[in-house]
T-cell receptor, first 114, second 112 residues
Framework: DTEVTQTPKHLVMGMTNKKSLKCEQH?????MYWYKQKAKKPPELMFV???????INESVPSRFSPECPNSSLLNLHLHALQPEDSALYLC?????????????FGPGTRLTVL | GENVEQHPSTLSVQEGDSAVIKCTYS??????FPWYKQELGKRPQLIID?????GEKKDQRIAVTLNKTAKHFSLHITETQPEDSAVYFC???????????FGTGTRLTIIP
């Protein structure tokens, strides 16, 4: 089963709100990723967790805060976002660094910041 | 860091004809090259991938070729069908550094 799930599917929030995006995989993968995708653009890497530790942080603003509670779950906490943060947020997972690193994507959360 | 260029940005093909999308990469250490298909409003889905110890890989109507010397790889879709219409992204990665770098995408339209 190559299933990565994400909730919610859609999220509308104001610039003063705090919200969280959730991602889950049950494939035993040890690496999980957050990507941001704007319309008509490729996904842009935001964060990588490898064995539940943050291994890559692509200079993302601090209003985005990732969390990996365990090897199956990945959260993205959002606070004081800007309208330009509106995008599709994709989660992905893979077996782990150096191991057949095919990344499988979740369906995404479409975020709108008002 | 890695840089991946992808061409063309849009491609229209008559149903039944073949489509070819080309990518070049900059980092000679890259050794894994997946292709993703993304339909409107949906997730990127892996359709085929190739590793640097292989020159060509085929899966039914889809094939990928890799030229390590020239640092380019291509996606070939034969006998195209309307359901092949989507945006296709190539990507490159060095196993172990965990960062997948995407090309800019090709919007493929199959004309019935």
């Amino acid at each position: 089963d190559t299933e990565v799930t994400q909730t919610p599917k859609h999220l509308v929030m104001g610039m003063t709100n705090k919200k969280s995006l959730k991602c889950e995989q049950h494939m035993g993968h040890r690496a999980m990723y957050w990507y941001k995708q704007k319309a008509k653009k490729p996904p842009e890497l935001m964060f990588v967790y490898s064995y539940e530790k943050l291994s890559i942080n692509e200079s993302v603003p601090s209003r985005f805060s990732p969390e990996c509670p365990n090897s199956s779950l990945l959260n993205l906490h959002l606070h004081a976002l800007q309208p330009e943060d509106s995008a599709l947020y994709l989660c992905a997972s893979s077996q782990g660094p150096g191991l057949l690193d095919t990344q499988y994507f979740g369906p995404g959360t479409r975020l709108t910041v008002l | 860091g890695e840089n991946v260029e992808q061409h063309p940005s849009t491609l229209s093909v008559q149903e039944g004809d073949s489509a070819v999308i080309k990518c070049t990469y900059s980092d000679s250490a890259s050794n894994y090259f997946p292709w993703y298909k993304q339909e409107l409003g949906k997730r990127p889905q892996l359709i085929i991938d190739i590793r640097s110890n292989v020159g060509e890989k085929k899966d039914q109507r889809i094939a990928v070729t890799l030229n390590k010397t020239a640092k380019h790889f291509s996606l070939h879709i034969t006998e195209t069908q309307p359901e092949d219409s989507a945006v296709y992204f190539c990507a490159a990665m060095n196993f172990g550094n965990e960062k997948l770098t995407f090309g800019t995408g090709t919007r493929l339209t199959i004309i019935p």
